[in-house]
């Protein structure tokens, strides 16, 4: 079962409304003094979770940050996993499938993502963030609005029915080179795979990248017509 919230829905809509046009950093200050510890930040290590990870640890030095470890990351995600948490003194919490690749590969054939990547990302992404989320009362993701349609409605403060927790998405507003200007102000580590045309990265399987013009997100379960993992409603 998943934790609930002790926020109501009037306080959510609230401070959706009131902290809609504030600074991400504003967010996630009051995001950090409204849950502390029963805050998570949900990381896959890309530019925006990066931005969100430098803001976090400036508010405090105990951040509580996950990360869904499907066991077919890139090398150069968990380079940069291990250098952020050298760099900001925390240790991100690695969140495991059920099932190794290994009995995945057993139960389901070789190569899963190539020919239902839904259960392949349901078994390796939903059901671990499911059973984390089971024990905190908000998580805090980089999604933007431009992402995709589909992310054209995240409010900064939401109710995820889903998951039955506060979502708080402190870069709703933000566009792609906002991220980057932050990301350069600040001196802050990023996956290199972003200077080799991935503006999105996940799973190596299913990441390619993308050409000039191209949608950012074109790259992610190329030939398929999924755009999204299942984790963002
Ligand atoms: S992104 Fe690909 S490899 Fe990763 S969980 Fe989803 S289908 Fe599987």
Redesign the pocket.
Known sequence: MSSDTRLTAAEVAYWADRLDQAPPETIVAWAWDTFGDRLALASSFGAEDMCLIDMLTRVTKTPRVFYLD?G?LFPETYALIHETEQRYGFRAERVLPRLTLEEQAERYGDG??ARD?DT??MI??VEPLTRYLAGVEAWMTGIRRDQTPFRANARVVERDEKFGVIKVNPLARWRWEQVWAYLQARGVPYNPLHDQGYPSI??A??TRAVRPGEDPRAGR?AGFGKTE?GLHK
């Open positions: 499907t077919v899963l993502w990547p392949c990302c390796r992404k996940g799973c399987p299913c379960w993992c």
